[in-house]
């Protein structure tokens, strides 16, 4: 018997993020402009200057399931990932924990 706690995923909406679709068929600077707003997971824990196009996802289990990619100012690429559940099917997703996983590797880029 497999005692490890799993993480079904919730049927998909089949909805995608349209800013992150229009960011990569953009060039940079109307990139900035598309994807200058902020949000409470990954871009939470990102610098403000960094430009970010991010896809969110989430379900049962508390899951957060957050990739992206970022740019700092100068231009460099950084692909942030913060997969994140939790034992319970009903737990709440904790959208805090995905911003200081995103804090701490933009601590790590910059350093």
């Given amino acids: 018997m497999n005692s490890a706690p799993s993480a079904r995923p919730a049927p998909s909406s089949g909805r995608t993020a349209p800013t992150a679709l229009a960011a990569e068929a953009a060039p940079a600077p109307a990139r900035r402009t598309l994807l200058s707003t902020r949000g409470t ?18 379900g049962s289990y508390g899951g957060c399931n957050d990739v992206g990619t970022a740019w700092t100012p100068d231009g460099t690429p950084v692909v ?32």
């Fill in 80 to 111: 942030p990932a913060a997969p994140a559940t939790k034992p319970a099917a009903d737990a709440a997703t904790d959208h805090p924990r995905v911003a200081r996983a995103a804090a701490v590797l933009a601590a790590e880029v910059v350093s």
């Fill in 41 to 58: 997971r990954l871009r939470a824990g990102l610098p403000p200057e960094w430009t970010v196009a991010d896809q969110t996802g989430g």
